[in-house]
């Protein structure tokens, strides 16, 4: 088992950070870090702080470890390339720990997606109890989690 966060930068290159010592990413680890692309994050992690890759664009890629227990607020905010967040089932998260994640279309809880598109689309004024446009949307996020699977 590695105990090293493993990142691939921009440039194509590749950093690994030991992890022996913490079993959280601490708040702003990563923040505002316009190099990152991928994060693999070691077996043992258990959660990651408040904003730890806030403000990473280019981000596009974490691999989430088994052990994670939870996703602390606005953790992801702002990383408008991540495209896939695959967390475990009986992870915590909050409304906003993947705020401003515009390119993401696959979040491995479907109650939490559909949450976030109700409060998006109040926001915006396209949601009135069970519109055409939610039903879309939610049969959309069924479709992926039942292709995910198969």
Do not use: H
Request: net charge positive; aromatic share 14%; glycine share 4%.
């Amino acid at each position: 088992m590695s105990n090293r966060i493993k990142v691939k930068l921009y440039n194509k290159t590749f950093k690994e950070i030991d992890m022996s010592d913490f079993s959280v990413i601490p708040e702003e680890l990563f923040a505002n870090r316009d190099d990152i692309v991928e994060v693999e994050l070691p077996e043992g992690v258990k959660a990651i702080s408040a904003n730890a890759f806030e403000n990473c664009q280019r981000l596009e890629k974490v691999v989430f470890p088994s052990t994670l227990e939870s996703i602390g607020e606005e953790a992801f905010v702002n990383c408008s390339s991540l495209k896939e967040a695959d967390y475990g089932k009986n992870v915590r998260i909050t409304p906003t720990s993947f705020t401003g994640c515009r390119n993401l279309w696959f979040i491995n809880s479907r109650l939490f997606v559909i949450k976030v598109i109700k409060v998006y689309a109040a926001y915006y004024g396209l949601y009135a109890g069970n519109t055409l446009l939610y039903k879309v949307f939610s049969f959309c996020i069924m479709y992926n989690t039942w292709r995910k699977r198969v």
